[in-house]
Every structure is written in C-alpha cells, then in structure tokens.
C-alpha cells in the first residue's frame, strides 16, 4: 500500500494539466483548459481540465482527479497511477506492508476529537450568550458570519469545564482530552481545566482539511494575546502553514505565493479571492515552514506590515526563503495600510496592483536605506553594507547572489570583487568555533597553555565588557573608535555588534538587532 500522506503529497505536486496533456490536445479557454475527450474519442473540445485538479467531459460525462484519468487511460492500478503521477511530478512513491492486525491509523483519534471540539467552538460562538464580545470583535473586524463560517471560526467560553463536560457526552474521557492538548492538568490543581477559555479560536488544518490543532486569541485583557496547541503526533507548530489547506490548489494554479503575518489577514486575502495565501502560526517563518511552501511555489511575496516590526520580520523571513532557492519580492502598501485593512476597504482587484508593483527583497532593503541617507558618506556606507551582507549570503541561487552583489556595488560604490572577498571573508570568520575544552583536543599542562587559555578567557571577557560599555554609554563610541577597531575581536558575533555600535552611536537598540546576523542576535 501507498500511505495516505504520500498519495496526497503526489496530488499536490501534480499538475494535471501537464499530465493529461501528454495524451491530450489541451487549449487554454479562460481559467481552464479544453481538448477532445479521449475516453469516447470525440473531436469537438467537449473535455474540459481544471489547473485545481479535475476533468470532465459533457458529453460522455466521465470525470475525475489526475490518478483516476491515468488508471482509465493508461489501464493501470491505482497504486501504479500514484506511482506514475508520482515520477512525473518528482515526488518518490514507496509501498509499504500493511499489517491487517493494525487497526486504524493512530492519528485517527487526535483528528476526531479536534473535529468535535471545532464544532463546540462553532456552536458556543454563535449560540452562547457569554460568547457576545467575541460577536462583537468580529464585526468591529467586519468579519461577517458567512465568512467566519467558511474558516470555522467558534468561541471557548471562559467556563474551564464547559469543553469537557461536552466532549465527553460524546465518549471522549479526560485521558484523550488531554493527550490531545484540549485540556490541562496543572501542577497546583487536581482537575483538569481547559486549555483554551475566553478566546476567539482558528482551527487549523491539514492539506487535507483536517483539523490538527487550534490558534486561540484572547477576547478583552490577558495574555498571551495568541495561544496555539501544543505539539502533538498530527502537529508540529514550526512545520506547519495556517491555511494551506485552502491555498493548496491555488498554488498549483497561480504562478505565485502570498506570506502574510496572521489568521485573520489569511483569512481576509483568500475570502477575498486571494487564495494562494498563507501564514506562519503567529511566530517568526521556520526554515521547516519556507521548505512546506518550496514545495508548492519557487516565487513568494512577503505582505506584512510596513512597521519596524513588520520590516525585520519581513527581512528575516526573506533570507529564510532565500536560503531555499525562493524568488522573494516585498508588498509595500500605501502608508497607513496594513494588509487586513487595505484589503477590506480596496479589495482583491486594488491588491492585485500593488503586487504587480512589488520588488525584489534585496532591493527593498537598499531603498529603505537609502531612503535613510546611509550611502551619503564613506563611515555610513559601511554600516549599509553590512546590512546588505546578511542577505547576499543567504541567497543560495548563484544568479539572485551575483546580481545582488553587483547591485550592492553599483549603490556603495565599491568593485565586486571586493565585495565577494568581503563576503568570504566574513564567512569564516563567523564559521569559526569558539575554543572549548571539548574541541581543543589533547592538552599537555605546561605553563604556556595555561597563559594562552587564560588569556583566550580574559579576551572575550574584554571584548564583551566592552561591547556592554558601548550598548549603555553610546557617548564614548567616538573615544572608543580611535584606539580599537572591531577587526582586532576574536568573537565573530561580538565584532560585528561592536562595528556596528561604533559606525552608528545615535541607531536605537531596535534598529541595531534588526540588522544584525542570526549568531550575533
């Protein structure tokens, strides 16, 4: 047998129409494609194929998925159509025994108690009396029922049984509420209590629209303002991207994938016909999360807001998917505007424009700075490179870095091949691993070893120290900058802090940690 989360990822991957056009004479016509069917051997385009995922013929009326068109055509058995559609879509397909003894797949039960708990969520937001202030944030959102249907938004009210009580009238007992992350038991209490109360909640999905766990947000005063499931065999939080399920076929259709920063800007940009949307679940994008896109779409664009925040989080989630391969253009909305709030006064069509006018991350960054006046004179020059550096680097596709390195010196003014041995450069400086006691190797005790680890102890303690005068009393950089330069630190990561704070004394701490590398922050 082929498992069920293969099959699915072969279905995604697919593209139908290239597949059936192998055997079919396939035309554009609008959205779709239309040929003669090859099932009754007609010659009038009466066999029409859709980029999301199916065929039909009007007039002998067969119809089906990728797979079913290939065991019909081809003759083959479901398990050589996945195989076939597999090779063609470059995802490996391996059969694995099926013990019959097994029972059910394990994962069953996480997906059914979910399922149940969604729907008390639903019916508690629409039919509890306690559920009115969420109502009410709802439509201050102008989030409209059938919408917030459509996404399967509901309530957990603040009553810590009610969601138990309910669930086990349906059979599950406290053991499997609990392993499903619903309920809680804390150290100083007996009962379990609920993990979510008083929150507007999201179920969230699999790409095969199950639900896998919940994001919860709270309604009125607490924290934390977001609460997500903890982790569980069906959910691993920093791999998994809130709305894929719906987005899935979408990505196969459009040449193109949207980012943006949370459930209800999701949820906004696909209810209004956006739908090859996506988001990470109210943290930073993971290096496992840009791979699950990778897989979809080669080219994405970063909507997020245009705010400090929303800058350094749309930089770093820029290099992450660099570092895939990814083509990354930024969304820069009219002042004023985030993303939620421009779509639901402008709509799909005003986005679509703006999208059109996006940019290539790097060049996003070399016009915030110069916006900023940082190529106006040699010592702030330099502070704009190093800012440029982190993104160059993590740009994996030879061509994207080689064109971002001759950008990067058309703006500054500095030969290419000086910034390419720059980069190098920093490379290894940065790839070089602090000397420890478990990677020093074998030590013979004499006296000059003891000198040289003490004073390899007592160095980094100085240039920390000196790195912390410098973060508090920013007056003292111009002393400072005459009698030490950062190329004379032995810590990679505490030189590039120290360059920095001498190059640019009056930049705030937010603006210093938003251009610094990953290992220095």
């Known amino acids: 047998m082929i498992p069920d989360d293969t099959v699915e990822r072969v279905r995604d991957h697919a593209d139908i129409v290239a597949v059936i056009g192998e055997h079919v004479k396939l035309k554009r016509v609008g959205n779709g494609y239309r040929g003669p069917c090859p099932f009754h051997q007609g010659k009038d385009p009466n066999f029409a194929v859709s980029p999301r995922g199916g065929y039909v013929c009007f007039v002998c009326h067969e119809k089906g998925d990728v797979f079913s068109f290939v065991q019909k055509r081809l003759g083959l058995s479901f398990v050589e159509a996945v195989k076939y559609v597999g090779e063609k879509s470059g995802v490996e397909v391996k059969e694995v025994s099926r013990d019959r003894d097994a029972g059910p797949d394990p994962r069953e039960k996480f997906w059914e108690i979910n399922a149940a708990a969604e729907d008390f969520f639903v019916e508690t937001l629409w039919g509890n009396e306690a559920a009115g202030p969420a109502r009410e944030y709802l439509a201050k959102r102008q989030l409209i029922r059938e919408v917030a249907n459509r996404f399967g938004l509901g309530f957990a009210p603040r009553d810590p049984a009610a969601l138990r009580a309910h669930l086990a009238t349906l059979g599950f007992d406290d053991a499997r509420q609990i392993e499903a992350g619903l309920l809680v038991v804390r150290e100083e209490e007996n009962e379990p209590r609920a993990r979510f109360r008083n929150r507007l909640m999201f179920p969230i999905f699999d790409s095969q629209n199950r639900a896998i766990a919940f994001g919860g947000r709270v309604i009125g005063e607490g924290e934390p303002k977001y609460l997500n499931s903890a982790e569980s065999p069906v959910f691993v939080k920093g791999a998994t991207l809130y709305g894929l399920n719906w987005a899935k076929n979408a990505l196969r259709r459009d040449d193109r994938a949207l980012l943006v920063e949370g459930y209800f800007v999701c949820i906004r940009l696909v209810a209004a016909g956006v739908e090859s949307t996506v988001a990470p679940l109210g943290t930073a994008l993971t290096e496992p999360q840009a791979e699950l896109i990778r897989k979809y779409k080669k080219t994405l664009f970063l909507l997020y807001d245009s705010d400090k925040a929303g800058l350094k989080a749309t930089f770093r989630a820029g290099d992450i998917l660099l570092r895939q391969g990814m083509k990354v253009h930024v969304v820069t909305l009219p002042e004023g505007d985030d993303p939620d709030s421009f779509v639901q006064k402008q709509g799909r069509e005003k986005l679509e424009a703006q999208l059109a006018q996006a940019i290539d991350v790097f060049e996003r960054k070399i016009q915030i700075l110069q916006r900023g006046g940082w190529f106006g004179d040699l010592r702030r020059k330099r502070v704009a490179l190093d800012r440029l550096f982190p993104t160059i680097r993590a740009a994996s596709d030879q061509i994207t870095r080689e064109l971002y390195v001759a950008r990067a010196a058309e703006v500054v003014g ?108």
Do not use: W
């Open 414 to 521: 500095v030969r290419e091949d000086v910034l390419l041995r720059e980069l190098q450069e920093g490379r290894n400086r940065t790839q070089k691993a602090p000397v420890t006691a478990s990677n020093r190797g074998p030590q013979v005790p004499s006296g000059s070893d003891e000198r040289r680890t003490s004073y390899q102890s007592s160095g980094f303690r100085a240039e920390r120290e000196l790195v912390r005068v410098l973060l508090h009393r920013r007056q003292f950089a111009d002393t400072i900058r005459q009698r030490v330069s950062g190329d004379r630190f032995r810590d990679a990561r505490l030189s590039q802090i120290f360059t920095r704070l001498i190059a640019a004394p009056e930049e705030g701490i937010e603006a210093l940690v938003m251009q610094l590398d990953d290992a220095a922050v």
